[in-house]
């Protein structure tokens, strides 16, 4: 499929330092997510958060990632954090979802098995600006690296959706390549080893540089 003048857009998520979200502008990465997920290792709190905005280059957005969390805490990070947008790893519904008045992402778990039915999934969520495919299991938390089989992505996904789980510098582009997605999500794969949070500053690069090498095959 050829895909004149397409860009693939890009997120690096779980963020804890002012010089990763820095970085990252100067890489041309589209947006850059915080977690507030109760049990993440990459958890941030809301102040940390919000101070890190002020790292961040223009036209790049700020993405708050849950997990189940009260809606009293979601209602706090966006007031004070100010994200573009909000991204959802739990079993909130669409209502819960919509009700910060905030675009969002729902994160869908591809890790189960289960072949995904995008009619259903549109239904579900009516109001999602778009769909995260992402590696985990049902339940489990995302931000592990596990991969799943990019086949199994549904041909009739009639809103965007981003590709996540286990991409590094070194699949990226092979994943971009199978399975054209409007964006593509990355943690663990662009840190430092064993070091959950703490970005490596020639992975964030190389990952950059293999997506829009994919953008231009
Ligand atoms: O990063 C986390 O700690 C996290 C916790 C709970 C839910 C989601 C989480 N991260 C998201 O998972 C994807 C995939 O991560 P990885 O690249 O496989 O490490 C990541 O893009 C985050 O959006």
Same mark, same amino acid.
């Given at each position: 499929?050829?895909?004149?003048?397409?860009?693939?857009?890009? %997120?690096?998520?779980?963020?804890?330092?002012?010089?990763?979200?820095?970085?990252?502008?100067?890489?041309?990465? !589209?947006?850059?997510?915080?977690?507030?997920?109760?049990?993440?290792?990459?958890?941030?709190?809301? !102040? *940390?958060? +919000? =101070?890190?905005?002020?790292?961040?280059?223009?036209? @790049?957005?700020?993405?708050?990632?849950?997990?189940?969390?009260?809606?009293?805490?979601?209602?706090?990070?966006?007031? /004070?954090?100010?994200? =573009?947008?909000? /991204?959802?790893?739990?079993?909130?519904?669409? *209502?819960?979802?919509?009700?910060?008045? @905030?675009?969002?992402? %729902?994160?869908?778990?591809?890790? $189960? $098995?289960?072949?995904?039915?995008?009619?259903?999934?549109?239904?579900?969520?009516?109001?999602?600006?778009?769909?995260?495919?992402?590696?985990? +299991?049902?339940?489990?938390?995302?931000?592990?690296?596990?991969?799943?089989?990019?086949?199994?992505?549904? %041909? $009739?996904?009639? %809103?965007?959706?981003?590709?996540?789980?286990?991409?590094?510098?070194?699949?990226?582009?092979?994943?971009?390549?199978?399975?054209?997605?409007?964006?593509?999500?990355?943690?663990?794969?662009?840190? @430092?080893?064993? !070091?959950?949070?703490?970005?490596? $500053?020639?992975?964030?690069?190389?990952?950059?540089?293999?997506?829009?090498? +994919?953008?231009?095959?």
């Amino acid at each position: 499929m050829s895909r004149p003048l397409y860009r693939t857009r890009v %997120k690096f998520c779980g963020l804890t330092r002012p010089g990763d979200v820095r970085l990252a502008g100067e890489l041309g990465v !589209d947006a850059v997510g915080f977690v507030f997920a109760p049990a993440s290792r990459r958890r941030v709190e809301i !102040d *940390a958060a +919000a =101070a890190m905005t002020h790292a961040l280059a223009p036209l @790049v957005d700020s993405v708050a990632l849950f997990m189940d969390n009260a809606a009293d805490e979601v209602r706090e990070v966006v007031r /004070q954090v100010k994200p =573009a947008l909000l /991204q959802f790893h739990g079993n909130e519904d669409d *209502a819960f979802c919509r009700s910060f008045g @905030v675009a969002y992402i %729902k994160a869908v778990p591809m890790g $189960g $098995g289960d072949a995904l039915d995008p009619l259903s999934l549109h239904s579900r969520y009516p109001a999602a600006s778009a769909f995260l495919l992402d590696g985990h +299991a049902p339940g489990a938390a995302g931000g592990e690296g596990h991969l799943f089989d990019w086949a199994s992505v549904p %041909k $009739g996904m009639t %809103k965007p959706f981003l590709l996540a789980g286990g991409l590094t510098p070194d699949n990226v582009f092979d994943a971009v390549v199978a399975t054209l997605p409007w964006g593509v999500d990355v943690s663990s794969g662009i840190e @430092v080893e064993g !070091d959950p949070g703490v970005k490596d $500053g020639a992975r964030m690069r190389r990952f950059v540089e293999e997506v829009r090498r +994919a953008d231009c095959d």
